[in-house]
T-cell receptor
Framework: GQQVMQIPQYQHVQEGEDFTTYCNSS?????IQWYKQRPGGHPVFLIQ?????EVKKQKRLTFQFGEAKKNSSLHITATQTTDVGTYFC???????????FGKGTTLSVSS | EAGVTQSPTHLIKTRGQQATLRCSPI?????VYWYQQALGLGLQFLLW???????NRGNFPPRFSGRQFPNYSSELNVNALELEDSALYLC????????????FGNGTRLTVT
């Protein structure tokens, strides 16, 4: 079945360091979405990527969609303590009827 | 606008009992999704409802069921509860299934003892 592999599972950084999480799919994706879940909170939508090779930025966050539309990445520049949480990528399943989430990357930041 | 609301916030049941979880979507959203978030397992897709119909279900046993009402609110029923059903159950809504961003509620924490 369709799977979304996300790495790393955990990442600890010092405040000010950069952080990247990767999402890989076994199939070509129609689109990919990224969500952030703060500790004790619920997932919040960050962005959707649709086009091959697409790059989108939100302040210190940079999102990329691979040329083959089988992988994506989220890069955070100069992390802050407010970046703490779990970042999920999510893709349509093959029937295009439900979002399938990766297991997420949990980011911790020490000041 | 009001967000997705879920009730109850916490629910404690014993093994073998039934649990009912409720969700009200954002006004204007017709699709409702249910996800299970157990510790260490990420978000597992349970069910998707749109316009009152079940559109898709994840790899869960039939004792997980639900429905969507004419006002687009939804409930998730879990029968014959097992210890491993303990998890955070998240409801999400969207305008159109599959492509639109999901808006999540705060979840119901179900504990089975």
């Amino acid at each position: 079945g369709q799977q979304v592999m996300q790495i790393p599972q955990y990442q600890h950084v010092q405040e000010g360091e950069d952080f990247t999480t990767y999402c890989n799919s076994s199939t070509t994706l129609s689109n990919i979405q990224w969500y952030k879940q703060r500790p004790g909170g619920h997932p919040v939508f960050l962005i959707q990527l649709v086009k091959s090779g697409e790059v989108k930025k939100q302040k210190r966050l940079t999102f990329q969609f691979g040329e083959a539309k089988k992988n994506s990445s989220l890069h955070i520049t100069a992390t802050q303590t407010t970046d703490v949480g779990t970042y999920f990528c999510a893709e349509d399943n093959q029937a295009g009827t439900a979002l399938i989430f990766g297991k997420g990357t949990t980011l911790s930041v020490s000041s | 606008e009001a967000g997705v609301t879920q009730s109850p916030t916490h629910l404690i049941k014993t093994r073998g009992q039934q649990a009912t979880l409720r969700c009200s979507p954002i006004s204007g959203h017709t699709s409702v999704y249910w996800y299970q978030q157990a510790l260490g397992l990420g978000l597992q897709f349970l069910l998707w409802y749109d316009e009152g119909e079940e559109r898709n279900r994840g790899n869960f046993p039939p004792r997980f069921s639900g429905r969507q009402f004419p006002n687009y609110s939804s409930e998730l029923n879990v029968n014959a509860l097992e210890l491993e059903d303990s998890a955070l159950y998240l409801c999400a809504s969207s305008f159109v299934g599959g492509k639109s961003p999901l808006h999540f509620g705060n979840g119901t924490r179900l504990t089975v003892t």
